[in-house]
């Protein structure tokens, strides 16, 4: 059975996903966007938008090069300083909804990342509301 790394189109693939999450994020989440690092432009980092491609590449299957470089991921913990209520946890699966849309990704493998990414989205939710 192919993992959804592979359905998705493999690393590039995975990793444009995460270019796009990060494109779409600044154009219609603006406020979201303001809690990443930034580059000279204004732009989410480079860095920012490489580790979480290389986070997506591992959580969906790939290769786990993110846990060799980086170790653990320990979400949670990462996105403490944060405060993440429904709003902001809507806001981000919007942007990767939005972005899925951009990459095409539809059918089962769609169906299945929707409800992963809302899990996921949904847990690191720190405060109520």
């Given at each position: 059975?192919?993992s959804p790394?592979?359905?998705?189109?493999?690393?590039?693939?995975?990793l444009?996903?995460?270019?796009?999450f990060?494109?779409?994020?600044e154009?219609r989440e603006?406020?979201?966007?303001?809690?990443?690092?930034?580059d000279?432009q204004g732009?989410i980092?480079?860095?920012?938008?490489?580790?979480f491609?290389?986070?997506?590449?591992?959580?969906?299957?790939?290769?786990?090069d993110?846990?060799e470089t980086?170790?653990?991921?320990r979400?949670?913990?990462?996105h403490?300083?944060?405060?993440?209520?429904?709003?902001?946890r809507d806001?981000?699966?919007?942007?990767?909804?939005?972005?899925m849309d951009?990459r095409?990704?539809?059918?089962d493998?769609r169906?299945?990342?929707?409800?992963?990414f809302?899990?996921?989205?949904d847990?690191?939710r720190?405060?109520?509301?």
């Amino acid at each position: 059975m192919e993992s959804p790394y592979q359905l998705l189109g493999g690393r590039q693939a995975t990793l444009d996903l995460a270019q796009t999450f990060y494109d779409v994020m600044e154009t219609r989440e603006p406020a979201l966007a303001k809690l990443h690092h930034r580059d000279e432009q204004g732009r989410i980092s480079t860095g920012t938008r490489e580790r979480f491609g290389l986070f997506l590449v591992g959580w969906l299957g790939g290769p786990q090069d993110y846990m060799e470089t980086y170790g653990h991921p320990r979400l949670r913990m990462r996105h403490a300083h944060v405060a993440i209520d429904l709003a902001m946890r809507d806001a981000w699966l919007r942007c990767m909804q939005t972005a899925m849309d951009s990459r095409g990704v539809s059918g089962d493998l769609r169906a299945f990342l929707d409800q992963r990414f809302a899990e996921v989205a949904d847990f690191l939710r720190n405060r109520p509301g």
